[in-house]
């Protein structure tokens, strides 16, 4: 992490090199997921101010392609290279919900966006793209 007034490194994380990651609205949270051939790999969450591993989660089937967090910092959703989306919430890190928004499984998923209010999030592969809400 830099401060960009002088570009002064801050803090560095000791991350595997390829990792699909999130970062908290308020940057005090970064959650990363390395992609491996492996099929279950964590989702680490990490404090940003200190660097130190807060959490580790199950990320469930499939590989990770996605980690978003809802606009507000309350929710951490992956979506795994199949289409399946999976919510904790960010502070007690509790298993909230699987296949929200009942999706059924999407092949070569190449990108997922929450939309501004947080309650709906967009998915795009290479044959479909998608609008969905949450209740």
């Given amino acids: 992490m830099y401060e960009t007034g002088t570009w002064t490194e801050l803090l560095r994380f000791g991350l595997p090199c390829d990792c699909v990651y999130a970062v908290s609205p308020s940057l005090s949270m970064l959650a990363t997921s390395e992609r491996a051939a492996s099929e279950n790999n964590a989702i680490v969450i990490w404090d940003t101010s200190t660097g130190v591993q807060i ?37 007690e890190w509790n298993f909230l919900a699987e296949n929200i ?35």
């Fill in 55 to 91: 959490q580790s989660l199950q990320a469930g089937k499939g590989f990770t392609a996605f980690l978003s967090c809802t606009p507000d910092g309350q929710m951490l959703r992956r979506a795994s290279d199949r289409g399946d989306l999976i919510a904790w919430d960010t502070g």
């Fill in 101 to 135: 928004g009942g999706i059924t499984p999407i092949f070569n998923l190449r990108g997922f966006r929450f939309m501004s209010d947080g309650r709906r999030y967009l998915l795009f592969s290479d044959l479909l793209i998608g609008l969905y809400g949450l209740p």
